[in-house]
């Protein structure tokens, strides 16, 4: 089992740049993919990236050259927001589930994860 907070959310102007933080607590030794999600106002939930123990990492398309995600420790996973869009703002949720319960290419997935944080709040304004 995970535990997880998440981080860092706020307000940015457009071209600005954020780091979300999720602090997880595990009760297991098995080995995990971290993964972080948003929610923008009125559209469903979008998988961005993911990062496991294996440190194998995965990047949606939208994500991709603008989000980075890193295992900063053994307990934190970070994602680094820059050149942020009004499009952008949503509420951003970190996940996680074991390595083993995530099929190959569903690692960004809303399904695939098994612990949700309660997330943070991303505002960019013009």
Not at 36 to 39: D, E, V
């Given at each position: 089992e995970v535990q997880i907070a998440e981080s860092g959310g706020g307000?940015?102007?457009n071209g600005g740049s954020l780091r979300l933080t999720c602090a997880f607590a595990r009760s297991d030794s098995q080995l995990y993919t971290f993964s972080?999600?948003?929610?923008a106002p009125g559209k469903s939930r979008e998988g961005l990236a993911a990062i496991g123990d294996d440190g194998e990492e995965y990047y949606s398309e939208s994500a991709k050259g603008r989000f980075t995600i890193s295992a900063d420790s053994a307990n934190i996973v970070s994602l680094h927001l820059r050149d942020l869009q009004i499009e952008d703002t949503a509420v951003y949720y970190c996940a996680a589930s074991p390595i083993v319960e995530i099929m190959g290419g569903q690692e960004l997935?809303?399904?695939s994860y098994d612990y949700w944080g309660q997330g943070t709040q991303v505002t960019v304004s013009s």
């Open positions: 307000q940015v102007q972080w999600f948003r929610r997935w809303e399904r």
